[in-house]
């Protein structure tokens, strides 16, 4: 059954009334200071600018909404009438397929330009694409790009309104992926304070690298990354973290091993001989285990180039591998994400 709602100007009229409304442990999440903060910002460009006490609202919140997908609960009467659009400039699986479960799970309606069919193909500059689609009366605009810093400028030109969410920009940042980790890995072991975190491949192209640093790092992490030396970068430690070239010390004693994705065009550009070189010796399989923490798991954000930077055998060990628990995961936060930011309320 369909109501009118008169929430604001740009939502949709209609609410589905028999759809079950927020329940009262995920509303006192909500009320949380950091849940609160995390609001006043209106955006998520970066992690970098957000505090402990947001990150840990965010991430309680996308558990208790884990719960309730569990359970079968969902879709909530929680964003009832109001859109989203996705803008994905470069390719995605994962973030955005869940963004949109994430949308649809909380009653809001999903925009998913296809730029690829759309005017972008004609020459309309992102700009005025973003311009187009702000003018759509979306809540939120969810932009991936390859340039970083693009949501800063997609900040610029969409209506103060209009909540920007960074789905990945060039090599500076991955927010959500970052968060997803995070909950994964406090799934696992409650606290990452004094956990030995080891990032092994491209650090240095890698977004997913720079988010989980900067994130991890404030929640008091052991930092290891690992790669060959043209992909790891040059004082990276005075971000925090410990660098290796030899994946075999990098391991010892960790609790969590983070395999990145190889990009095969640093072949083209000669950054490493071969994938064949590098996956003999950056490849994270069960033999480099022998000397990581009895405990160890390992994650990947996804896609594998499987046999590469990851054996087949390890990435489908259900007893090792946190790979499909982060892409569930990845619903969750995104869910937490977008509740905390769109609802209506301070
Ligand atoms: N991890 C990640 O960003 O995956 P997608 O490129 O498939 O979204």
Redesign the pocket.
Known sequence: MRETSQETSQEISTTDVTLPSIPASLQSLLDSDGARHFKRRRHLIDVEALSPSEIEAIVETARSLKTLMMQGQLPLRALSGKSVATLFYE??????SSFELAAANLDAHVLNLDINSSSVVKGETIDDTARTISAMGVSALIQRHAQSGSPERLNEIAPPTISIIN??DGWRG?PT?ALLDYMTMIEICKSVEGRKIVIVGDIKHSR?ARSNISLLKKFGADIHVCGPPPLVPYGIESLGVRSHYELCNAVEGADFIMALRLQKERQKQGLIPSTADYAHLYRVDHACLRMAGSGVRILH???INRGIEITGALADDPALSLITTQVTNGIAVRMAVLLILLRNGD
């Open positions: 390719n995605s699986t994962r973030t955005r789905a990945g991955h992926q997913v954000p996804g896609p």
